[in-house]
């Protein structure tokens, strides 16, 4: 077809989609278009801005790595990785513990025993005995769930960010065994800065918006039969709940840390004060799958992200 104006150009990309063979292909394609379209013509998008657009999205490309993800961490700082957990998971009545996957997770951490300390090498903070409990949405427990558990150092920075952090710091795999419960000891994690250095940086500083996210412990529960859920635990004393940068905080998913200050711990060697917190994840019927892994491995060095014009 030879465009004419605007509008014709909309109908010819449409048109030429109808010889999609996946129905669901070509209905999100479809759709795509004409919400893209929408929006250039609604804010008259001059060349300048989209070539501007266009050079963030190849920013966000060459800045996810083997252990970063900034096209993850932009999904979270617009809202949308929250708005399609939300719409996939539990109903208004049966709300399932879905939430953020997060740019962090890495697949194949170590298998460990209930009970079983994450903190494999010098981890400054305070002790935290966690206990977890899987339930259906019917309050049934879920047994033989694997349940792969992940967090940010009190420093604010994952294992895969910190080459100072042993490999798999803060990381394993535990089994929720018949009455649905699993339990780890790890450090009481803090809050911290998402990465700064790219694309994602740029729009919470052209939006006045800080970076920090509220403490918080990743869970990702996986067994057949059962949707897989990726979910996080936030810290009911944390002060930015309301403001968390990747929109992740929901309700039902603020956990209260319980302090000890004068009651002996689960493990002999705690002589310090220390944290307890337990919470119970509620999963649905459903197809289980893992996902892609925002990264795969450790960064060699301290530096974040590249900047702007030395990619």
């Known amino acids: 077809m030879i465009i004419q104006d605007e509008l014709q150009l909309t109908a010819a990309v449409l048109a030429e989609t109808e010889r999609a063979g996946d129905p669901r292909v070509k209905e999100i394609i479809q759709a795509l278009v004409r919400h893209l379209h929408d929006l250039a013509r609604e804010v008259r998008l001059t060349e300048k801005e989209f070539d501007t657009a266009l050079d963030i999205v190849t920013r966000l490309g060459r800045l996810t790595t083997p252990s970063h993800n900034e096209v993850r961490l932009m999904a979270g700082s617009l809202g949308l990785s929250t708005l399609v957990a939300l719409m996939n998971n539990g109903t208004e009545d049966k709300p399932t513990s879905a939430n953020l996957l997060g740019p962090f997770w890495r697949q194949g951490s170590p298998r460990m025993n209930n009970g079983e300390s994450i903190v494999r090498s010098p981890t ?31 420093a604010g920075l994952y294992e895969n960010q910190d080459p100072e952090q042993a490999e798999w710091n803060l990381r394993g795999k535990f089994f929720s065994d018949e009455e649905g419960v699993f339990a780890f000891r790890s450090i009481k994690p803090s809050g911290y800065p ?72 689960p493990d002999p060697d705690v002589t310090e004060p220390w944290y307890s917190l337990e919470f119970t994840f509620v999963v649905e019927p459903g197809e289980a799958w893992l996902p892609t892994p925002p990264v795969s491995a450790k960064r060699a060095t301290e530096l974040d992200v590249l900047p702007r014009g030395t990619q």
């Open 194 to 265: 998402i990465p700064m250095g790219g694309p994602v940086g740029e729009l919470l500083t052209a939006l006045k918006r800080h970076p920090f996210r509220p403490a918080h412990v990743h869970a990702l529960i996986h067994k057949p039969g059962y949707k897989t859920i990726a979910s996080q635990l936030y810290s009911h004393d944390d002060p930015i709940l309301e403001t968390d940068a990747q929109f992740g905080v929901v309700q039902s998913l603020v956990g209260t840390y319980v302090l000890h200050e004068n009651e002996p711990a």
């Open 124 to 154: 400054e903070g305070p002790p935290l005995f966690f206990t977890g409990r899987i339930v259906d949405t019917d309050t049934n427990a879920v047994a033989d769930a694997e349940v792969d558990i992940w967090h940010a150092s009190p």
